[in-house]
């Protein structure tokens, strides 16, 4: 027969249900407290307001079993008001059509607020249609030759890939990049999404790739630690790199969008996760941001297909950076969120027309995830830049015999870090 339950437990179980109306627990003798702390793990409800409460009666018994058990603060930062990221933000457009008015009129109530870098696809002939009112520089096929030089002839920065251009030319901490062809989404309300700032509370809130949330980002509002989270990981580590989604046209291959051409993105899911460490994405330069300080070398033009065109669906280069970057992150012990902010995409290109060009990237990549499955970097690599050389060494002892094409990437690697260093010398 089971005992009665006694006054202490009763008393303990209607603490743990009403936590949110505690605001002092000096006064609890150290027995219970001490009881009640145990209960309180055990539970799953511990949390940064409640161990501030526990830790604020300064009980030795109670600081010693957190203290044993690796119990650290969880620091949610502060995210800084938008007046302080006027002058810490680029956000990077590559323009591949020749008339952006429409494109920046709707995106003016985001933009305007930050400076712009507008790289001009090198092949597109004539002056950019740029409306008046932004903060700007924009360059275009003289200016990247410039400042290229002599490296023209390994990196190619034509088509998506002038938007790299303007991740080498920026100064500043963090890099928001969205193509020409997108929009401001709507939320499930109907309301327009400030992607910018979005993205800059996925880079300022530490990401959690070394344990997952299956209640995804806990830093986001309305969200916390689940149950059996370890607390020596819920302080999380730096955000290197934020991948935006989109809604209307997904980003499917090419044989995918030709056998189901309808097929389109209309699910608004509101979250953000943290992508687990040694696990590979497909990373798409469509609507990204990154902490340039930290991982912005690792984002680079160098995986180029043969026949690669202009649309989307003929290329691969930013799946190929995608997983370079990824790998530094996970080397540095930086993370990769995926999820908000969505952007609107528009419609461009011809998935049937765009197949031929395309299927050499998509066979391709039965090699390149295994080979980046497998990389493991030296101790010795603690930049991205090291870590960029020495993945571009392993990608010529054992991608290069297999094809050209991974031959000419690790070239064009080693050529964008000694371009990198030399920009920032100066």
Known sequence: MRNPPTLLSLTIDSALINFSTISDLSFVPEHILLELFVRTLKAGKLNEKILKLFVATGKEEILSV???????????????????FHDEVDIVIGALQPDLTSFMEQWRPFFSRFHLIIVQDPDLKGELKIPEGFNLNLYTKSDIDKVVGSSSNAISFSGYSCR????LMSRNKYIISIDDDCIPAK???GEPIDAISQHIINLTTPATPFFFNTLYDPFCEGADFVRGYPFSLRSGVECGLS???????????APTQSLKPDLKNSRYVDAVLTVPARTMLPVSGINISFNNELVGPALLPAFRLAKEG???WETVEDIWTGMCVKVVCDHLRLGVKSGLPYVWRQERGNAVESLKKEWEGVKLMEDVVPFFQSVRLSESAVTAEDCVVEIASSVKEHLGPLNPT?????????EWIKLWKRLRAN
């Open 243 to 253: 991948c935006g989604l989109w809604l209307n046209l997904a980003d499917y291959d």
């Open 310 to 312: 202009k649309v989307r």
């Open 66 to 84: 957190i203290e044993s058990l690796n119990i650290q603060h969880i620091l949610v930062p502060v995210l800084p008001t938008r007046k302080l």
């Open 406 to 414: 991974f031959a000419h990437a690790a070239e064009t690697m080693v």
């Open 164 to 167: 790299y251009f303007g991740y």
């Open 187 to 189: 939320n499930s309300n």
